[in-house]
């Protein structure tokens, strides 16, 4: 035999065979790479989509918001009052609106009007209240003290210029009647169901562990004092003056699949 031939080694079948596998793993394992990389790719256009929308509810939510409540004329409590659910009041210029809140001096707490009576030939009315400062859970939701007659009130914010009833909101849930049935603020349902239609053309049908949700949070922030407006801190003793001030936080949370966004906007005087 001619000794060229000889030395020729050809490759065996098992090793023909382990090869082929190894091939087909790694076009695999590049098929499903790729595959995972193209929907990731997708989503991310998808939320490039949704962020417009986002500005879009941060834009009406300004124009909603009204942080400077209507006192609607000079509020007083008609008597002295026991605590409980209600309260008769004098002084008003016309009707609160239900959801509207309420400090009372000398009373502890917040209250929410959920209901009023028609005025009465002396301009009084009734104010059925709700305390909105403890949790939802709270058994006795009752006024925390008496009230005592001509004890100021103070209205802390309109239910008309609020964001406090878009707090939880869950845009995934536009099609849900039965969370639908429990928002009562028609501002707020109308809202609902066009962001959520909204958020739906851009993201597709919310999945189960998807996230399209809108949270209002009350949040402090210390600014620099600027009084004579000259563009430099004012100073005490060679500190620099900050004063407190309250605004609203309102973040959007957007989750699809493995990739979730936060988009916040701080909220004051309207802005």
Not at 1 to 15: A, D, P, T
Not at 168 to 191: C, G, P, R
Not at 222 to 245: A, F, M, R, S
């Amino acid at each position: 035999m001619n000794l060229k031939y000889r030395l020729q080694k050809g490759v065996s079948l098992v090793e023909g065979m382990t090869a082929a596998g190894v091939l087909g793993l790694a076009v695999t394992v590049f098929m499903t790479l790729q595959s995972y990389q193209e929907r990731d790719f997708a989503n991310l256009r998808k939320f490039d989509k949704a962020a417009y929308a986002v500005e879009l509810m941060f834009e009406e939510l300004a124009a909603v918001y009204n942080p400077v409540a209507a006192q609607y004329g000079n509020p007083r409590v008609f008597e002295d009052t026991t605590a409980g659910s209600s309260l008769k009041v004098k002084g008003l210029a016309q009707l609160p609106g239900d959801g509207d809140q309420i400090i009372i001096e000398g009373v502890g707490g917040r209250y929410e009007i959920t209901d009023s009576t028609d005025f009465d030939d002396d301009n009084n009315t009734v104010l059925s209240l709700e305390r909105s400062d403890v949790p939802d859970d709270t058994p006795n939701k009752n006024m925390a003290s008496d009230a005592s007659q001509n004890a100021p009130i103070t209205f802390i914010s309109n239910a008309e210029g609020s964001l406090d009833p878009y707090d939880d909101l869950d845009m995934s849930k536009f099609e849900d009647t039965t969370y639908t049935a429990t928002i009562t603020n028609q501002k707020v349902l109308t809202d609902l169901d066009n962001w959520g239609s909204l958020l739906k053309k851009h993201l597709g049908p919310a999945k189960e562990g998807d996230k399209r949700l809108l949270e209002v949070d009350d949040v402090e922030r210390d600014v620099p004092v600027d009084k004579d407006n000259d563009g430099v801190t004012d100073q005490e003793d060679g500190e620099n003056v900050y004063e407190t001030v309250k605004k609203k936080q309102v973040t959007i949370i957007i989750k699809q699949d493995k990739i979730e966004e936060k988009f916040r906007r701080l909220f004051l005087a309207g802005t």
